[in-house]
């Protein structure tokens, strides 16, 4: 035998193979691990707990040397409602399927949602069935269609709902502020943006007046309108809100700032989005390259392509790929995803 016969054999011997198809698993299992683990191990969370310890430590400080006794006293009064909110929406960790169709703004029953699920999923494994392949394979189009599709559509209405929602919800603080200032009432200046502001704006505050006109208290009310809009903007209008009906204070100075709050928020968000939207395209178009170009193949060359799958070679290289594929989506979604 020739020494390249016999340096081809040794390469592709079934030993080496299964050897490489392992360091290549044990090594994108590594990675993954890596990257979902050492955000909660590295420095950065230790040193953010650290100035949190210095920081509260720094508040109780002053709080026993040179801050008079009212100021004290208030600022323990809102210590003391943020965290009674907090606590609150803690306890508030697992979302029914009703408040989870009313964030995505339908009214109807969540047995409709279970009917449109079986429907979808009967249809699917149908089609499915129908074309061909294997009752394994129509039994699970069945489930993705069935479980999956649905979810899908909920969660893609929800987060255009909040979209929609976010664009409109600094206007609708600033329509309080000044109707505060020129003397009307917080509950006039609410009937206002439930009556003039778009939707879903208009649909969230017409729910608050309804409900504040049935005696729910204020704060009350605006923790059911953070169950059916969780956002960060709306809790920060809850604070406010809950605050100032508990301590008292300026309400349209401290809701002008969280209107500017809101508004640098989202300018914020705005240009970290069109500063992400090259390595976000970029990523699906790499995630996208390679099922595309086997695709092409196989119309073109089944027989050539066709090797990956049926030969045991050549599923070892499929799996290997699937699995840097994944290991590079996660790497990716993790440095183009930011938390505000």
């Not at 200032?181 to 969230?204: F, H, T, Y």
């Not at 193949?297 to 045991?312: E, F, G, K, R």
Request: hydrophobic share 50%; proline share 5%.
């Amino acid at each position: 035998m020739s020494t390249a016969g016999l340096w081809e054999s040794t390469l592709l011997s079934p030993e080496l193979v299964q050897l490489a198809a392992i360091a290549l698993a044990g090594l994108g299992v590594g990675g993954i691990v890596y990257v979902l683990v050492m955000p909660y191990l590295g420095d950065e969370r230790r040193a953010s707990k650290r100035v949190a310890n210095v920081a509260h430590g720094q508040i109780k400080a002053r709080s026993r040397v040179g801050v008079p006794a009212p100021l004290q006293m208030r600022r323990k009064q809102v210590q003391d409602t943020i965290r009674d909110i907090e606590a609150q929406q803690r306890a508030k960790k697992r979302v029914s399927l009703r408040t989870k169709l009313m964030r995505a703004g339908l009214h109807f029953k969540p047995r409709t949602y279970y009917i449109f699920c079986a429907f979808t999923g009967l249809l699917g494994g149908f089609v499915v069935l129908l074309s061909g392949l294997a009752p394994i394979a129509a039994l699970l189009a069945a489930f993705a269609c069935g479980f999956g599709l649905p979810r899908w559509l909920l969660a893609r209405r929800t987060k255009s709902r909040q979209a929609k929602f976010l664009t409109e919800f600094a206007n609708a603080i600033d329509i309080i502020v000044r109707g505060i200032k020129s003397g009307l009432p917080l509950s006039d200046c609410m009937q206002l943006i439930a009556s003039e502001s778009p939707e879903p704006v208009r649909s969230e505050f017409i729910d608050l007046v309804e409900q504040q006109g049935v005696g729910v208290p204020l704060p009350r009310a605006f923790e059911r309108m953070y169950d059916r809009m969780p956002l960060q903007e709306v809790n920060f209008l809850a604070i406010v809100v809950a605050i100032q009906s508990q301590t008292g204070g300026n309400l349209s100075e401290a809701l002008s700032n969280l209107s500017g709050v809101l508004r640098d928020r989202y300018r914020l968000q705005a240009k970290v989005k069109s500063f992400s939207a090259e390595a976000k395209a970029s990523a699906m178009i790499i995630g996208a390259l390679p099922p595309l170009v086997m695709g092409a193949v196989y119309l073109t060359s089944p027989d050539y392509i066709s090797l990956m799958w049926t030969d045991q070679l050549g599923r070892i290289m499929l799996i290997c790929g699937a699995i840097w594929m994944l290991l590079g989506i996660i790497v990716m979604r993790k440095m183009i995803n930011f938390e505000f």
